[in-house]
């Protein structure tokens, strides 16, 4: 069984940073890709950022371009995403994901509140 752990969540102010931790466990032998995805009260999930196996290849959302930084420790199977100079649209509950054998597994989830 595969397990995804968030942690790295707080109340931080507008302009303020975060780093979000995924830390996988299990059956894991190899992660295929891995990514961040936040839902704020009301909206839908949407992707803030992925990354490939290999690290080569990373994609953002727009709203998060420059600001949000997404990494990951394959040797620690420990996935991050750096936050800087939040907003309070960034306010949302941040899942992690990755892909393993062609399924998609999920945390729990993880909150990021940024007051104005």
């Known amino acids: 069984q595969v397990r995804l752990v968030e942690s790295g969540g707080g109340l931080v102010q507008a302009g303020g940073s975060l780093r979000l931790s995924c830390a996988a466990s299990g059956s894991i032998f190899s992660i295929h890709a891995m990514g961040w995805y936040r839902q704020a009260p009301g909206k839908q999930r949407e992707l803030v950022a992925q990354?490939?196996?290999?690290?080569?290849?990373?994609d953002y959302a727009d709203s998060v371009k420059g600001r949000f930084t997404i990494s990951r420790d394959n040797a620690k199977n420990t996935g991050y995403l750096q936050m800087n100079s939040l907003k309070p649209e960034d306010t949302a509950v941040y899942y992690c994901t990755i892909v393993v054998g062609g399924r998609d597994y999920w945390g729990q989830g993880t909150q990021v509140t940024v007051s104005s």
């Open positions: 990354i490939t196996s290999s690290g080569s290849r990373r």
